[in-house]
C-alpha cells in the first residue's frame, strides 16, 4: 500500500523553525487532512496534531499543523533540543480503506 | 491514570502463531475505536487494523489481511491482535492505540525467526 512520502531529514539551528512536510494525494491527505506524531527513540508515539489541524491538550503552542491540497505540514518554531526526534504523519485512505503512515522525518537541531 | 499494556510478544517460528493483547484503563474503553500499529527494528511506523466500537468494522493493511485478526472485549476493557502463518518481516515492536492516536502503549515486540 502507497504511504505518504516525507523527506528523511532536517536540520535546523537551536531557536530557528523547522516545516516538516507530508505529501498525498485527493484519496488521504487531500481528503481528510493528516495527522502529525512525534517518537523519541526508545518511546511510543505521540500525538501532536489531528484532524483539522487541532492541537491535543498539553501540547506546545510552537507545533503547528497546516494543510494545502495534497501536502501536510508541521511547523515547529523556536527549535528546542528536546524536539530533535522522529516525526510522522497519518492520515486515513479511502481508497485503501485504509491508515497510512508516511515514513518519517528525523529532525535533527543543530 | 490513562493506560493502555500490551502483551503476549515473543520470539515465535516464521508460520507459527501469536495473539496479542491490550488492556485499557483510566478511560471509557468501549467509546473508541483502536488500532494497532507496529514498528520493525529502525524502521518507521506502520498501520496494522483498526476496529470500531462495536466490532463490526475491522480493517487492515494489505500485508497481514487473511493473516492477522483484530477483535475486542468492551466488557475486559481489553483489544486483541490474533497474528497467524507469521513471516520474518512480521518482526516489529506492536503498539495498541486508541484510533485517534492520542493514547498509546508501550509497546511488545514479537519477533519471528527460527
Known amino acids: 500500500q502507497a504511504g505518504l512520502t516525507q523527506p528523511p531529514s532536517v536540520s535546523k539551528g537551536l531557536r530557528q523553525t523547522a516545516t516538516l512536510t507530508c505529501t498525498g494525494n485527493?484519496?488521504?491527505?487531500?481528503?481528510?487532512?493528516a495527522a502529525w506524531l512525534q517518537q523519541h527513540q526508545g518511546h511510543p508515539p505521540k500525538l501532536l496534531s489531528y484532524?483539522?489541524?487541532k492541537r491535543p491538550s498539553g501540547i506546545s503552542e510552537r507545533f503547528s499543523a497546516s494543510t494545502s491540497g495534497n501536502t501536510a505540514s508541521l511547523t515547529i518554531t523556536g527549535l528546542q533540543p528536546e524536539d530533535e526526534a522522529d516525526y510522522y504523519c497519518?492520515?486515513?485512505?479511502?481508497?485503501?480503506?485504509?491508515?497510512?503512515f508516511g515514513g518519517g522525518t528525523k529532525l535533527t537541531v543543530l | 491514570e490513562v493506560q493502555l499494556v500490551e502483551s503476549g510478544g515473543g520470539l515465535v517460528q516464521p508460520g507459527g502463531s501469536l495473539r496479542l493483547s491490550c488492556a485499557a484503563s483510566?478511560?471509557?474503553?468501549?467509546?473508541?475505536?483502536m488500532s494497532w500499529v507496529r514498528q520493525a527494528p529502525g524502521r518507521g511506523l506502520e498501520w496494522v487494523a483498526n476496529?470500531?466500537?462495536?466490532?463490526?468494522?475491522?480493517y487492515y493493511v494489505d500485508s497481514v489481511k487473511g493473516r492477522f485478526t483484530i477483535s475486542r472485549d468492551n466488557a475486559k476493557n481489553s483489544l486483541y491482535l490474533q497474528m497467524n502463518s507469521l513471516r520474518a518481516e512480521d518482526t516489529a515492536v506492536y503498539f495498541c492505540?486508541?484510533?485517534?492516536?492520542?493514547?498509546w502503549g508501550q509497546g511488545t515486540m514479537v519477533t519471528v525467526s527460527s
Open positions: 483510566g478511560f471509557t474503553f468501549s467509546i473508541y475505536s
Open positions: 497519518l492520515a486515513w485512505d479511502s481508497s485503501l480503506s485504509a491508515r497510512v
Open positions: 492505540a486508541t484510533d485517534g492516536f492520542d493514547i
Open positions: 476496529i470500531n466500537q462495536d466490532a463490526r468494522e475491522k
Open positions: 485527493s484519496n488521504n491527505v487531500g481528503d481528510q487532512g
Open positions: 484532524r483539522d489541524n
